[in-house]
Structure formats: C-alpha cells, structure tokens
C-alpha cells in the first residue's frame, strides 16, 4: 500500500495565529513530498515541492515566509501557516513520491479555517 | 504551454453507460499522465496512469486512451456507475526532475441511477 495521513483533519484559528499540518507516509518512504492548495470546486494548485533534507521549492506566487514547509524525514513534512489570515482559509493536501516511481499518493486533506 | 486542457467541465451519465473525459497538452515533454478521482472533502486518489510509449491502458472498468501526436488523452469509465460520481482530474508529469504534476481543471461526473 501507500498511505498517506495528515494531520489535524480540520482546524479553526484566529487571524494573526500560525497553524501547522502535518503530512505523514505510514508505510513508504517519501523521496519528496508536496503541497497542494485547493479552492472550493477547483483544481488544485501547487504551492510546494519539498525533498527530505533539502529546503523546499516554492511555485511562483506562493510566500516563502508564509508558508513555511519542512521535510524533517522521509516520512514528514511539516506546512506551517503563518500569521494566517481569512484569506488563507482552504483546503490543503500533501502528496508523496516513492524513490524510483512516478505516481504521487495523497492525503485526505486539512481544512483550515481562519476567523 | 505547461497547461492540461480538460473537458467537459461536468459530465451526467446514465448507470450502465459510458463516461468519457478528455485532456489536452502542449508540453511534449511530459511523459507520465495519471488519473485521480476525488470526493468531496477528500483528498484525490489514484485511478491508473499511462506512459506515452503504449497508445492504451486497461485497469477494470478504467480505460486511458494516449494519443501522441494529437498531444491528447481521455479516461473512459465503462458500466458507470452511482458510486463513481466525483470530480475527476487528469495531470501531466515529468519521469525526471521535479516529478511535480500539472493538474486539468476537473470534471464533476454525476451517474444517475
């Protein structure tokens, strides 16, 4: 199999606050994870490639000192939203690559809601 | 140029028929195309994929059809039926570098029981 978790499944914070999802494989190790941002009935967006080690590759467009992603291991990626704001309410997802194969497996997303 | 066409934008099937969704690319240098199907509030799940060295890939009821030259590919779900209605998103990728993928804009299939 190929598994991927995240965790909180939802979370509510206040404007100003930072929040951080976590992003697991449970039974792989993940050469490189990635970090998905989806709107409501839309495709989703990129934000963020990360390899185990390395420091993240972001998509133009996306804050850097926003959205802080780290890949501690090859079964952890960590995105920490910073002094987020209403607008950062969305639905993120992680995915993760196996070493030597092409498909990229998802997790069951985090909705975050900021108020 | 790294953009996936995707179309239709919503899809309404009767149970039993055939549902077909297609996608479109310029970057000839993608070489892996998967299809995910998503539930609301899910996250996307993997269908079946293709390689542009075979022109066809057969998993159940889950057919990809890859036409090269036309820079095309479509899914086509066969006997469709009420549990396969989700949005469904095809994406083009590359087997080296980055290995990140380019999404299409989704289909929403809804199969009428």
């Known amino acids: 199999g190929a598994v991927v978790s995240q965790h909180p499944s939802r979370v509510i914070c206040k404007s100003g606050t930072s929040v951080k999802i976590e992003c697991r494989s449970l039974?792989?190790?993940?050469?490189?994870m990635f970090w998905y941002r989806q709107f409501p009935k839309q495709s989703l967006m990129l934000m963020a490639t990360s390899n185990e080690g390395s420091k993240a590759t972001y998509e133009q467009g996306v804050e850097k000192d926003k959205f802080l992603i780290n890949h501690a291991s090859l079964t952890l990626s960590t995105l920490t939203v910073t002094s987020a704001h209403p607008e950062d309410s969305s639905f993120y997802i992680c995915s993760a690559r196996k070493q030597g194969r092409y498909e990229q497996y998802f997790g069951p997303g985090t909705r975050l809601t900021v108020t | 140029q790294q953009q996936v066409k995707q179309s239709p934008q919503s899809l309404i099937v009767q149970k039993g028929g055939i549902s077909i969704i297609n996608c479109a690319y310029e970057n000839t240098a993608f070489d892996y195309f998967p299809w995910y199907q998503q539930f609301p509030g899910k996250g996307p799940a993997l269908l079946i994929a293709i390689r542009p060295d075979v022109s066809e890939k057969k998993e159940g009821r889950f057919t990809i059809s890859f036409n090269k030259s036309a820079k095309q590919f479509s899914l086509h779900i066969m006997d469709s039926q009420p549990g396969d209605s989700a949005t469904y998103f095809c994406?083009?990728?590359?087997?080296?570098?980055?290995?990140?993928?380019?999404f299409g804009t989704g289909t929403r299939l809804k199969v009428l029981a």
């Open positions: 994406a083009a990728s590359w087997t080296s570098g980055t290995y990140k993928y380019i």
């Open positions: 039974d792989f190790q993940a050469t490189t």
